[in-house]
Nanobody, 123 residues
């Protein structure tokens, strides 16, 4: 499966962006999906994940209450709505498809990764 992330850009602090991840090659409708991010000079970190049915979501504490993950199984798409963005949210954002149907915070649970989309938040 190929994952294509888009929607990144430059936004001022307090603004919003919506990231999209579209899967092609095969369906991911039965896979958990996740978003991770990596800032320059830092390790990749978990952001959010959603299970195969879309009825269970988890978030990193740093984004809880500001970010919302959702999916459209019919369109093989996962979205990440990011509100109240802060400079510390600046990073490359990567979507990933899990080996499993449920959510996971661990990068090792994910088998396919997109190329990333850059989010820059100015203060």
């Amino acid at each position: 499966v190929q994952l294509q992330a888009s929607g990144g850009g430059l936004v001022q602090a307090g603004g919003s962006l919506r990231l999209s991840c579209v899967a092609s090659g095969r369906t991911v409708s039965n896979n958990g999906m996740g978003w991770f991010r990596q800032a320059p000079g830092k390790e990749r970190e978990f952001v959010s994940a959603i299970n195969w049915r879309g009825d269970n979501t988890i978030y990193a504490d740093s984004v809880k209450g500001r970010f919302t993950i959702s999916r459209d199984r019919a369109k093989n798409t996962v979205l990440l709505q990011m509100n109240m963005l802060q400079p510390e949210d600046t990073a490359g954002y990567y979507c990933a498809a899990s080996f499993f149907s449920e959510t996971s915070r661990s990068a090792s649970a994910y088998k396919s990764w997109g190329q990333g989309t850059l989010v820059t938040v100015s203060s």
